[in-house]
């Protein structure tokens, strides 16, 4: 997927497998009382409002332009975390994602690739 970034007042740009990025958020989140069940379920949903896709129900990933852009998701993903249990936020670039190994009932998957949609203008 050949993607471009359009500044303002400046020619489009390249945006190579190496420099986009994915980021993973991976929780471990207690669940032991409604409270707790209520704060994980709201962790989840504000990780779905800023664009976050659940990969599994602890799992959630999102595609982002940049280092730059990758910090202001962590500034918003502090923002809302709950009072206890771990968040951990991983960071890795398009062309680490595409060589991720993936199984699925004891079978292998055929690598993802970027969806042509996700294109940058």
């Not at 129900?57 to 962590?74: A, P, T």
Request: aromatic share 14%; hydrophobic share 35%.
């Amino acid at each position: 997927m050949t993607a471009y970034l359009k500044r303002a007042n400046s020619e489009p740009r390249h945006l190579s497998g190496y420099r986009i990025m994915w980021i993973l958020v991976t929780f471990d989140l207690p669940v032991e009382t409604k409270k707790q069940r209520h704060n994980a379920t709201k962790f989840r949903q504000k990780l779905l409002d800023i664009g976050f896709e659940m990969s599994q129900l602890s799992n959630y990933m999102r595609f982002c332009n940049g280092k730059e852009q990758f910090e202001s998701y962590i500034k918003k993903i502090e923002a809302f975390l709950p009072e206890k249990g771990r968040v951990y936020v991983f960071q890795f670039t398009d062309r680490q994602y595409e060589n991720i190994i993936r199984f699925s009932d004891q079978s292998r998957q055929a690598a993802q690739r970027n969806p042509n949609q996700l294109a940058l203008f």
